[in-house]
Nanobody, 126 residues
Framework: QVQLVESGGGLVQAGGSLRLSCAAS????????MGWFRQAPGKEREFVAAISGSGGATDYADSVKGRFTISRDNAKNTMYLHLNSLKPEDTAVYYCAAKAVIGRATIRVDREYRYWGQGTQVTVSS
């Protein structure tokens, strides 16, 4: 069992920055591929970014590439998402997710993840 807790969301003006954190407890953190997803009101949940267990491989949605950075600190059992150059369309609840994997896999598909956090709200004002 893995418990995930997101933090760091808030209200920010367009062009601003935030750092989201996802703290994990339970099993060996480095054995889990991790991802960030988001869901805006009235829209389906969408992939944002993913990172392999070691942190050596990352993947991003086209809509955030070049603006968001995913990282992890396995010694602290924490994953991060740095959000820069924020736009109003980035407004959503952001969720972190985890899946036990072997190797350098990054996972884009939400249904492949077993564990989810409760979400943190990011609101970008224009």
């Amino acid at each position: 069992q893995v418990q995930l807790v997101e933090s760091g969301g808030g209200l920010v003006q367009a062009g601003g920055s935030l750092r989201l954190s996802c703290a994990a407890s339970g099993r060996t953190f480095s054995n889990y591929a991790m991802g960030w997803f988001r869901q805006a009101p009235g829209k389906e949940r969408e992939f944002v970014a993913a990172i392999s267990g070691s942190g050596g491989a990352t993947d991003y949605a086209d809509s955030v590439k070049g603006r968001f950075t995913i990282s992890r600190d396995n010694a602290k059992n924490t994953m991060y998402l740095h959000l820069n150059s924020l736009k109003p369309e980035d407004t959503a609840v952001y969720y972190c997710a985890a899946k036990a994997v072997i190797g350098r896999a990054t996972i884009r598909v939400d249904r492949e993840y077993r564990y989810w956090g409760q979400g943190t709200q990011v609101t970008v004002s224009s």
